[in-house]
């Protein structure tokens, strides 16, 4: 589809990262946008930044995990604006705490926001983009959606947004709607989503605080991410994807090999072997020594 004057586009997660990078690259365009986030401070700031390209610009405060929230969204946007062609499901958390022996509120929170927060944005926009006579939605995954390697929330959490997204794209082409569907899938991107935890949720209590040794696979991952894409090229790539209607984006196309990998061990049986080497960690066999010698009494 065309992006211009005229054409209006939500993002979800807008206040800041990814999210804010396609809303300024949207505005750069000429069309009109939405800020959605659950981080008031954050959204203010973007909505002035994104507003200096001289387009229209609405922010709403959104925790993208409640459905009245979002549905209050998609109302008020079109209250203000008449139409919306563009719907960016980004909003999205790493999650805080160990899977297995940490609060269970963990994973409510990492689905409510990356799971839920997609499955109401579509559910909520899907109508309204139809009305407007077309348009795109793009979900935010990532290529833990289809390499699972951390385990936990945010792997299921990305798998079930891969899925979904997919299974959206063949609903809106068997049912002749004039609507796009592109799944972006990202490796690392310089953003604060390891600081997720600045938005945990004050219902569910204090957030948990990591152990040891998810501090070091943290303090590494935090290092690949401040070397990984600008968040600018890669909403470059969503809009070129919207522009030419293509299903999948991958900034960084380096980990499909690992994914491949993964899905020939599948192909042949084999039980689940992790990755030794992902693009921009150390070894995984460095990490666990790392780990080990942190868990290990001094002697
Ligand atoms: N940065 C990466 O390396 C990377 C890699 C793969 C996928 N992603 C995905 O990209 C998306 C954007 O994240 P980012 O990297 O820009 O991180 P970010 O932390 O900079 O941006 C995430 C935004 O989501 C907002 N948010 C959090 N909870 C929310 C809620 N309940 N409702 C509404 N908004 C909420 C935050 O306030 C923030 O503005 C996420 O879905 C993330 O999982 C990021």
Redesign the pocket.
């Known amino acids: 589809m065309e992006l211009g004057p005229g054409k209006v586009a939500v993002v ?9 990078a396609m809303a300024n690259a949207f505005a750069a365009a000429g069309v009109s946008v939405v800020l ?4 008031e401070d ?1 959204l203010a700031a973007a909505a002035v930044e994104v507003a200096a390209h001289g387009v229209d610009t609405l922010t709403v405060v ?4 409640k459905a009245d929230q979002v549905e209050a969204l998609a109302t008020t946007t079109v209250e203000r604006f008449g139409a919306v062609h563009v719907v960016c499901n ?5 999650g805080a705490a160990d899977s297995w022996v940490g609060p269970i509120e963990n994973w409510e929170w990492v689905m ?3 799971f839920w ?1 997609v499955v109401h944005g579509v559910r909520a926009f899907l109508p309204h983009v139809a009305m407007s006579g077309g348009g795109h939605i793009v979900n ?5 959606g289809i390499l699972p390697a951390f385990g936990g929330p ?1 792997d299921a959490s ?1 798998h079930a947004v891969v899925a979904l997204t997919e299974g959206l794209y063949h609903t809106v082409n068997s049912a002749g709607l004039p609507i796009g569907v592109s799944c ?10 390891l ?2 935890e ?2 945990w949720p004050s219902e569910f209590g204090a957030a948990p605080q990591r152990d040891v040794a998810a501090q070091i696979t943290t303090d590494h991952v935090k290092r690949a ?1 401040a070397e ?1 894409a600008q ?1 600018g090229a890669v909403a470059d790539l969503v809009l070129d994807s919207i522009r030419n209607d293509r299903f999948w984006v991958f900034p960084s196309p380096e980990f499909l090999e690992v994914a491949i990998e993964r899905f020939h061990t599948i192909e042949e049986g084999l039980n689940p072997v992790p990755a030794e080497n992902i693009p921009g960690l150390p070894p995984r066999s460095q990490m666990l020594d790392e780990v080990m010698a942190a868990m290990l009494p001094p002697t």
Not at 36 to 39: E, F, G, K, L, R
Request: net charge neutral; charged share 10%.
């Open positions: 979800t997660g807008g206040a800041s990262g990814i999210g804010l959605a986030d659950v981080q954050a959104t925790d993208v995990s980004n909003a999205g958390v790493s409510g926001v990356n927060g935010t995954a990532s290529i833990l945010y990305k972006l899938c990202p490796g690392w991107v310089r953003t604060g989503i600081d997720s600045r938005n991410i990984g968040p």
